[in-house]
Each structure stands twice: as C-alpha cells, then as structure tokens.
C-alpha cells in the first residue's frame, strides 16, 4: 500500500491557491534564483520563500529532519566552498584579503592554512541565500499538496496521463520506501538483528546490512509489479483518463501565476542587462585595500 508525506489541511497562504498555480509559481521562482548571484537580488528570493515558510503553517515537528538534513548539507557544502575556493572561481577574479590563518602544525612538509577574503565570504553568504531559497519552497511542497491531487495538478499542468501517474507514483514512492525500511528494521531487532554494533570496513558493514537492504529492496520490486499489474488491469495508457477530482482556476490563482511570470520576466530583463552578477561592497573593499 502506497502511504503518503505528512500532508494535513491547514489555513495557510500555499493552500489557499490551486496546487497548480502554486507549481507555476514555484517554477518561475527556481527559474529566477538560478539567474543571480548577487545577495541583494537573492535577498528577495530568500524573502519570498520565508513568507511562504511562515505562512505555510507547517510545524517544524513535522519539517524537522527534511530540514536539518538538508540544512546541514548546504552550510556543509558551502562551508567547503569558502574554504577550498572552489566554486567562485568564475564570479570574481580578484581576491582582497581579510586574514590569513595558519595552522601551528605540518601534515607531510604541508602547513594548513586558511585564507579569508571578501570575495569567499560573500560568495558563501550568496550560496547560502540562493540554496536555502530552493530548499525551502522545494521542502514546503510535500508538506502543503494535497496527495490526491498529485495527479490532477501535474495532468492540469499540460502533462501526459503517463508522466503526471508517474510522478504521482514517485512522490508516494520515497514515504512508502521509508516506512516500508523502518518496518524492516524493527522486525529485524526483534530477531535480535543489532544495527548499531556494526563494524568492519565499507564492503563488510555493506555485507551485514543485508538483512535490511535485501528485504526493502525485493518488496519495491514486488509492489512496484502488483502497481503495473493493477494498471494493465485497468487498460492504462489505452485512452485519455478521467480523473476523480477536477480543479478549477479562480482570480486568486491567476494574480499568483501573473506574478509568478512578472518574477521571471523581471529577472531576465535584469540579467539582459548585466545585474544579478557576483556583488561586493566597495567599503568592504576598500576597507580590505586599506
């Protein structure tokens, strides 16, 4: 049985709007983070996803792992960035340096060091605006669709019967995967099965994993065939489907998806004129210059 994220009907903004406006929106705002690295015209982005956060009335209970994970992931990634360099390479070409910090210790005739410039930190406080932006609009859509209308909004949204099922099925996959390996895992402890006296290298630990990986991995694959044996059952594919729920555009749905487009069309016309590019303040230059 297909299980579902964590959705509940709520009185906020997201769900106020068709789940196809909202997709639309969406869109058009990924669309236009992409174009800039600047932080002030991130800073807007990052403005719009906050409001949709706190509007969104979803708990951090409920968004909490998706959140850290995630978070984590990103202040990881970009702490690298700032320290290797990497990434800003193409956004600036000169380096104004702050301080310059050097490990008391050699590693093979190699002494760390760790350079900091305004070029790095801004580009992190950037990364940091523009991934976070994604995340959390990408984090909220789960948490705020309706799963019965997964469907309905992807066929509405101009996709075929067959794609619009498909992802259907894959956003139910990823929950039902994760609860069908909690399950395992619990039926394997009460065997006696300790996951966390694990040890060896990489492939032995992988060895031992086997008996929760093999089981979740063969009960995908027999759900996944009783699924397509269910839609040949039911001719799937033969001709247009039907669909039990119909959705309906309102006023409040086209001011959305309007400015959605003014969103992306604002951000290319800025881009067609050279902003948006990697920004620094001249003080803070002069200010490392000096």
């Given at each position: 049985m297909l299980v579902t994220w964590r959705y509940r009907t709520r009185k906020s903004f997201i769900q106020w709007f068709d789940p196809r406006a909202w997709?639309?929106?969406y869109a058009c705002f990924l669309a236009g983070t992409l174009f800039f690295w600047d932080v002030r015209f991130l800073a807007v982005f990052f403005a719009i996803a906050l409001f949709s956060l706190l509007t969104s009335g979803v708990t951090w209970r409920e968004m909490r792992r998706p959140f850290l994970?995630?978070?984590g992931f990103i202040v990881i990634y970009t702490f690298l960035t700032f320290l290797t360099g990497r990434g800003g390479e193409e956004a600036y070409k000169v380096e104004h340096l702050i301080n310059k910090l050097a490990a008391p210790f050699m590693i093979f005739g190699w002494r760390p060091t760790l350079t900091i410039t305004v070029e790095r930190s801004f580009f992190a406080v950037s990364q940091l605006a523009r991934v976070f932006s994604i995340a959390i609009m990408t984090i909220l859509i789960p948490y705020t669709l309706n799963p019965s209308l997964?469907?309905?909004t992807f066929r509405g949204l101009g996709f075929p019967d067959k794609i619009a099922y498909a992802m259907d099925l894959t956003m139910r996959f990823i929950p039902t995967f994760g609860r069908d390996f909690q399950l395992t895992m619990d039926a394997q402890r009460a065997r006696g099965y300790e996951l966390e006296k694990i040890s060896g290298g990489i492939i032995e630990q992988v060895r031992k994993l086997g008996p929760l990986i093999v089981p979740v991995t063969i009960h995908a694959i027999i759900g996944s065939e009783d699924i397509i044996d269910a839609m040949d059952?039911?001719?799937f594919?033969?001709?247009p489907r039907t669909w039990l729920e119909e959705l309906h555009y309102q006023r409040r749905d086209r001011v959305?998806?309007?400015?959605?487009i003014v969103l992306l069309a604002a951000s290319l016309t800025l881009l067609m004129f050279g902003y948006g590019g990697f920004w620094v303040p001249?003080?803070?230059l002069r200010l490392a210059g000096g």
């Open positions: 997709m639309i929106f994970f995630i978070g997964y469907g309905v059952l039911r001719a594919g033969v001709g959305l998806i309007a400015a959605g001249e003080a803070l």
